[in-house]
């Protein structure tokens, strides 16, 4: 529950380098559409609980944009725990959707209006078209993409393949998102699994050349229509330090929410020049 008493906090102590704070009129928009105004942070969520999930939104809601039922885990929740998350999820004003796994596997078994009608009855406000594991035609991919945005969804896509050694060709990746934008598309992600090693942009331990991130930045000529999947702390840091505090980053695991928001305002050693300095004349008294 937000409360409008005055803050426990100076405001320079919860975002020292006013990086996150919204003017007002657009933190107004910013509560009804988390997509407004600041970097946004998708979760993976694996298998959380009712209790989990409600601590999750509790204590880390307000800094969240998105959460992913993670690959196939959707239909493998008891129905009510499953509806109860989606409830409160968009009670907070939350995108959530169903990992894309779920739709190659629905493309796959061809079962895909049988998939959009059940996750549109659950109540998902959102869905990733994807092709991590399957090959989908640029013809199905912009169908499918259509498809959510005829149920009233946002649609997410991704690019890149799930196997291990995996690459991202800048090029392909930028005629793929094109593609995507012009179908319908929210925004695109860059694959990098829930692991964050070996796949993608990634190598083996999990590093990634600030080169590699700026060439997918020159080919956009900017990034604010691409989220990466970032689930390792030194990921998120290379990513913020490069692009500043409001890139958009995905795949983080729930127990780090909080953990990332602190260094997208400066508060954690990672990222702490974003902070404003502040010069104040020091006086020692006896």
């Avoid at 690019?159 to 930028?174: C, F, H, N």
């Avoid at 997208?264 to 404003?276: A, E, H, I, V």
Wanted: proline letters at 5%.
């Amino acid at each position: 529950m937000r409360s409008n008493s005055r803050p426990a906090w100076p405001t320079r102590l919860q975002d020292p380098g006013g990086l996150r704070s919204l003017p007002l009129e657009l933190e107004k928009k910013q509560n009804a559409d988390r997509t407004i105004g600041r970097g946004q942070t998708m979760i993976i969520d694996k298998g959380l609980g009712q209790h989990g999930f409600s601590d999750l939104m509790e204590t880390a809601g307000d800094y969240i944009s998105c959460v992913k039922i993670g690959f196939g885990t959707a239909p493998l929740y008891p129905t009510e725990l499953l509806l109860g998350k989606i409830e409160l999820a968009k009670r907070h004003g939350l995108l959530i959707m169903p990992g894309g796994t779920m739709l190659e596997t629905a493309v796959s078994q061809k079962l895909v209006p049988e998939f959009f009608e059940t996750i549109c009855r659950l109540g998902f406000n959102g869905v990733e078209v994807s092709d991590g594991t399957i090959e989908l035609s640029r013809k199905l991919r912009s169908e499918l993409i259509r498809e959510g945005l005829k149920h009233g969804l946002q649609v997410v896509t991704e690019y890149g393949k799930k196997i291990s050694g995996s690459t991202v060709d800048v090029a392909e990746l930028q005629a793929t998102a094109d593609a995507d934008w012009y179908a319908g598309a929210e925004m695109i992600t860059i694959e990098a699994r829930e692991s964050g090693i070996g796949v993608g942009l990634f190598d083996a331990n999990g590093n990634c050349e600030e080169e590699a991130l700026k060439a997918v930045e020159r080919s956009f000529g900017g990034i604010s229509r691409i989220m990466w999947e970032t689930p390792l702390k030194q990921q998120q840091a290379l990513l913020l330090r490069t692009f500043g505090p409001d890139v958009h980053l995905g795949n983080i695991p729930p127990q780090d929410a909080l953990s990332l928001e602190t260094m997208r305002r400066g508060l954690r050693s990672d990222t702490f020049s974003f902070g404003k300095q502040i010069e104040i004349p020091f006086h020692y008294m006896i």
